[in-house]
């Protein structure tokens, strides 16, 4: 239960349906960040948020705990400033799924006895030939099965997600109904250990005196400026890039080494291929190509492609139309229809000079 409005009606879902439902908060230790606007809620593991869960699990009468993650959460944290100091993007909320959520809190679950773990996320579960399929949920709109891709397949038969089968309308006005407190309350919009977005002054402040400055070049190498650390970059970023060029350039690529920041017009941007690490599947592993949709962020959406195993650990997509904004260190999620086939974090691009 982290205080929201997801994981409160997905309390109240299994303890109507006759289960023993034990509420779980996890603590992360970080420093609470500031709301931009009273309209915004900027995480999911604050103070104010396990209050929030303690009052709703009082109220649905259901015993309630906090478990201190803190030193487990530090691993996250280190993960997320390591990526962007190495000029990639983090996806910390895939990384908390797979390490604790759905790794850690089995091992709390085994302790007391506990048959399933369930949250909030949308996303649903379903029988299938091969054994559970972790698919989309019905609120297309808040289906958040990409940052699931990376369960262990084995415990999928152990994971219930109640609210995936409801559109997001639908769980606000059972939580009216039943007069949960979080009825209202915004959905989390920030990364809940980094205050502001302020991605690049959290990791220089993780990572005091390394130098990441550098030059701003185009694809055949001019230099139009100078930036004071390529953390604040992302592959496919527009805004806020420190030049003017007259017209629309973004992020092309991030080079670490050379520390140089790669700008570029929309089509340098477009990438028909990608290749992907760290491959987790939730189906028998694949042994030869196969046809498959393929999402590269979380907001994007999944676009039809062969996909290739290259062992074990690494596969190669091949886009039927081209991909903007292919960002090294985003994953790389596979679909057949609803269900989530698997995925794997996706690598850096080779340079060509």
Same mark, same amino acid.
Request: proline share 6%; net charge neutral; aromatic share 8%.
């Given at each position: 239960?982290?205080?929201?409005?997801?994981?409160?009606?997905?309390?109240?879902?299994? /303890?109507?349906?006759?289960?023993?439902?034990?509420?779980?908060?996890?603590?992360?230790?970080?420093?609470?960040?500031?709301?931009?606007?009273?309209?915004? +809620?900027?995480?999911?593991?604050?103070?104010?948020?396990?209050?929030?869960?303690?009052?709703? /699990?009082?109220?649905?009468?259901?015993?309630? +705990?906090?478990?201190?993650?803190?030193?487990?959460?530090?691993?996250?944290?280190?993960?997320?400033?390591?990526?962007?100091?190495?000029?990639?993007?983090?996806?910390?909320?895939?990384?908390?799924?797979?390490?604790?959520?759905?790794?850690?809190?089995?091992?709390?679950?085994?302790?007391?006895? %506990?048959?399933?773990?369930?949250?909030?996320?949308?996303?649903?579960?379903?029988?299938?030939?091969?054994?559970?399929?972790?698919? @989309?949920?019905?609120?297309?709109?808040?289906?958040?099965?990409?940052?699931?891709?990376?369960?262990?397949?084995?415990?999928?038969?152990? $994971?219930?997600?109640?609210?995936?089968?409801?559109?997001?309308? %639908?769980?606000?006005?059972? &939580?009216?109904?039943?007069?949960?407190?979080?009825?209202?309350?915004?959905?989390s919009q920030e990364i809940c250990f980094v205050p502001d977005r302020d991605h690049a002054g959290f990791v220089r402040r993780r990572r005091?005196?390394?130098?990441? &400055?550098?030059?701003?070049?185009?694809?055949?190498?001019?230099?139009?400026?100078?930036?004071?650390?390529?953390? @604040?970059?992302?592959?496919?970023?527009?805004?806020?890039?420190?030049? %003017?060029?007259?017209?629309?350039?973004?992020?092309?690529?991030?080079?670490?080494?050379?520390?140089?920041?790669? $700008?570029?017009?929309?089509?340098?941007?477009?990438?028909?291929?990608?290749?992907?690490?760290?491959?987790?599947?939730?189906?028998?592993?694949?042994?030869?190509?196969?046809?498959?949709?393929?999402?590269?962020?979380?907001?994007?959406?999944?676009?039809?492609?062969?996909?290739?195993?290259?062992?074990?650990?690494?596969?190669?997509?091949?886009?039927?139309?081209?991909?903007?904004?292919?960002?090294?260190?985003?994953?790389?999620?596979?679909?057949?229809?609803?269900?989530?086939?698997?995925?794997?974090?996706?690598?850096?691009?080779?340079?060509?000079?």
């Amino acid at each position: 239960m982290s205080g929201g409005v997801d994981s409160s009606v997905a309390a109240w879902l299994l /303890a109507r349906e006759g289960h023993d439902v034990v509420g779980l908060f996890m603590r992360h230790g970080q420093a609470d960040a500031p709301a931009r606007s009273p309209d915004q +809620h900027t995480g999911c593991c604050s103070a104010a948020d396990a209050a929030d869960a303690r009052r709703v /699990a009082d109220g649905i009468g259901i015993p309630f +705990h906090a478990l201190n993650f803190e030193r487990e959460f530090d691993r996250v944290v280190d993960y997320f400033v390591d990526e962007y100091a190495a000029g990639r993007t983090p996806n910390p909320c895939i990384v908390c799924n797979t390490w604790l959520k759905f790794g850690k809190l089995f091992e709390y679950a085994d302790a007391v006895g %506990a048959e399933f773990v369930a949250t909030g996320h949308y996303a649903r579960l379903a029988p299938g030939k091969d054994g559970v399929a972790l698919c @989309r949920g019905v609120d297309t709109e808040k289906d958040q099965s990409y940052v699931l891709f990376g369960i262990d397949r084995d415990v999928l038969g152990r $994971l219930r997600f109640p609210v995936g089968e409801y559109r997001k309308e %639908a769980i606000r006005e059972m &939580a009216r109904e039943q007069g949960l407190l979080v009825s209202d309350k915004p959905d989390s919009q920030e990364i809940c250990f980094v205050p502001d977005r302020d991605h690049a002054g959290f990791v220089r402040r993780r990572r005091p005196g390394r130098d990441t &400055a550098g030059e701003i070049v185009t694809p055949d190498g001019a230099v139009v400026g100078r930036h004071d650390g390529f953390e @604040r970059f992302t592959v496919g970023q527009r805004k806020g890039l420190g030049v %003017a060029l007259g017209e629309p350039y973004f992020v092309v690529r991030i080079e670490p080494e050379s520390r140089r920041v790669v $700008l570029g017009r929309r089509e340098e941007l477009a990438r028909r291929t990608l290749t992907a690490r760290g491959a987790n599947w939730l189906v028998p592993p694949p042994d030869g190509p196969f046809r498959a949709a393929v999402k590269i962020r979380y907001r994007s959406r999944a676009v039809e492609a062969v996909v290739t195993p290259l062992g074990e650990d690494r596969f190669r997509v091949d886009f039927d139309e081209p991909r903007h904004g292919v960002a090294p260190g985003q994953a790389a999620v596979c679909y057949r229809g609803d269900r989530v086939l698997g995925g794997g974090w996706i690598e850096a691009e080779p340079v060509t000079l």
